[in-house]
Structure formats: structure tokens, C-alpha cells
């Protein structure tokens, strides 16, 4: 009976370091409170980095393989995975344990600006057709 309540003693330690380890992480507790309403979650764990468009990189090695790296994207409302930059996708998806650095990244002369998926969005390709239409659309007026 004693161990049981030392293990829910440990387990409520725990969590509060996590709950108090993420707020840290965030910036503060207005801050904290803000993403939480963003993102609906606090997530501790370590920065290990920014990517040139301001998306944050974590890493919690307590959490399960596979969910233990995390991204904090830079615009809360509209964000997608094409968001995650080239040189972190590697790091992110568990294919390297290595960090990016800006002296670890050797950009090639064939190698063009990574750009997120604009579908959806006001700069996304519409293609436009070449060819008559086989029916004409109705105006008021015509």
C-alpha cells in the first residue's frame, strides 16, 4: 500500500516538472497559457533548433520512440508539414541523430529555396484551359 502511493507521489512529481520544464521551454507563463490555447497542448522537452522560417525543433527522450521529436511551427494558424525545412526532415523522422547546423549544411549549385506546399492559398497554381468550352455559362442579361 506505501508503494503505490510513492509511485503516484513520483508519478504527480514528475508531471509537474514537465508541466513547469514546458512552460520554461515556451517563455513564461503568458506566453504558455497562449500557445495552449494555439495548439492545445504543452509538450516539454529540449530545443535543439530554429529553421530559417522560425519553426522550433524539441527533443523529450522520455517520451516513446517515434514521438519523442516534436516541431512548434512559427505561424500557429496555418500551419503544415511542408512547413518543416528540408536539412530538419532527416532529424525530425528519426533518419539521423544528428543535429542540422549552418556548418553541417553544405547547399549544392542545383539546390533551389525550399518553398511549403501552397495549395489551398492565394498563390496556389491554377491551370487555365486552352481549349473552347463545350457548354457556354448562363449570365443574367445576355
Keep these: 500500500l506505501g508503494a503505490t502511493n510513492n509511485t503516484k507521489m513520483a508519478r504527480l512529481v514528475q508531471a509537474f516538472r514537465d508541466f513547469t520544464g514546458a512552460v520554461a521551454n515556451i517563455g513564461g507563463p503568458k506566453e504558455a497559457f497562449w500557445h495552449f490555447y494555439r495548439v492545445n497542448t504543452l509538450l516539454p522537452g529540449t530545443l535543439k533548433g530554429?529553421?530559417?522560417?522560425?519553426?522550433?525543433?524539441?527533443?523529450?527522450?522520455?517520451?516513446?520512440?517515434?514521438?519523442?521529436?516534436?516541431?512548434?511551427?512559427?505561424?500557429?494558424?496555418?500551419y503544415d508539414a511542408s512547413q518543416i525545412a528540408p536539412e530538419w526532415h532527416r532529424w525530425i523522422h528519426c533518419m539521423t541523430d544528428e543535429?542540422?547546423?549552418?556548418?553541417?549544411?553544405?547547399?549544392?549549385?542545383?539546390?533551389?529555396?525550399?518553398?511549403?506546399n501552397l495549395t489551398e492559398s492565394k498563390l496556389s497554381y491554377v491551370p487555365y484551359s486552352t481549349t473552347k468550352p463545350k457548354v457556354e455559362a448562363w449570365s443574367p442579361g445576355q
Design 50 to 78: 530554429t529553421d530559417a522560417l522560425g519553426n522550433k525543433y524539441y527533443e523529450d527522450k522520455t517520451k516513446i520512440f517515434g514521438r519523442h521529436r516534436f516541431v512548434i511551427y512559427s505561424d500557429y494558424w496555418n
Design 99 to 116: 543535429v542540422p547546423t549552418a556548418l553541417s549544411i553544405k547547399k549544392q549549385d542545383w539546390q533551389i529555396e525550399h518553398v511549403p
